[in-house]
Structures are given as C-alpha cells and as structure tokens.
C-alpha cells in the first residue's frame, strides 16, 4: 500500500468493533463511483444516471464518490456540446432524497475542499464506506 494514501498503514484499516449502526434503514442501493472526469463519461454518468434511475422507483439510493470520483460534485463543471454537468445530476439525485456521500480523503488528495462542491452533498470519512456497504442490500462500483 502506498503512503500516498495513507500514514501509518494501518489508518486505512477499518476496526469492525467500531462501527455503529447508522440511523439509516438497512436496504437499499449502493453505488460506489471511483471515476468522476470527463475523459471516463460513461462511467460516471453511469452512476449518476442509474441512481437516479433507482430513486424513481422508490428505491432507497446512496452514491458514494470516492478517488476521482469526488471530481463529478465539483461547482463550475461546463462539459463539451450538449452535456448535462455531473454535478447538476447529482445536485437532482440528492433533491430527490438519494444520498450523495464524497469521502474526504479523496477530496484531500486531489487538494480539494468542501467548498469546491455543489451544495447538497454530504463529505465523510473514508470509513464511512464500510459501514455503506453493512446497511445496503445491493452494491455496486463503477
């Protein structure tokens, strides 16, 4: 593992003793987005597009970006022709009661702050991700 990420190794390690059940009703859709440019559209837009898909059916839906994925909530996107900005879809998933989670670490990475994001989007721990993955009935990453 790389300290790039993470000092001492064992930050990233995850205690399961620690985790509390969150206030969340368990089920539901999780989709982990780890790409967020441009230059990998399809799966972002996949993401974003599928969550708002599962909302519409009345499925309980969390997107969780994480690595460069945190890129699709930045404010100020202006994609090429006729594109819709990933953070404008986001900002609908979360108006539609889906949750939109951005792991601070990989904001800190990439030198990002809480204030580079469109509004509506909730920034959390790495660990968060773990307990996602306990309260949802399905998962799923692009």
């Not at 609908?92 to 989670?101: F, P, Q, W």
């Not at 580079?116 to 009935?137: A, K, N, S, T």
Request: aromatic residues 6%; glycine residues 8%; negative net charge.
């Amino acid at each position: 593992m790389s300290n790039d990420y993470c000092e001492p190794e064992d930050s990233c390690t995850v205690d399961p003793s620690s985790i509390t059940v969150p206030d969340t009703e368990a089920g539901g859709v999780l989709l982990i987005a780890f790409k967020g440019s441009y230059l990998t559209w399809d799966h972002s837009d996949s993401a974003v597009e599928l969550s708002r898909a599962m909302l519409a059916i009345g499925k309980p839906t969390t997107l969780f970006l994480k690595e460069d994925g945190v890129l699709m909530g930045k404010k100020g996107q202006q994609p090429q022709d006729n594109m819709e900005s990933l953070g404008s879809k986001l900002k609908e998933t979360a108006e539609y009661n889906g949750r939109v989670l951005i792991c601070k670490e990989s904001m800190r990475q990439r030198g990002l702050t809480s204030e580079d994001f469109i509004d509506g989007l909730d920034v959390v721990d790495p660990d968060q991700l773990y307990r996602e993955i306990m309260i949802h009935e399905t998962v799923l990453t692009f």
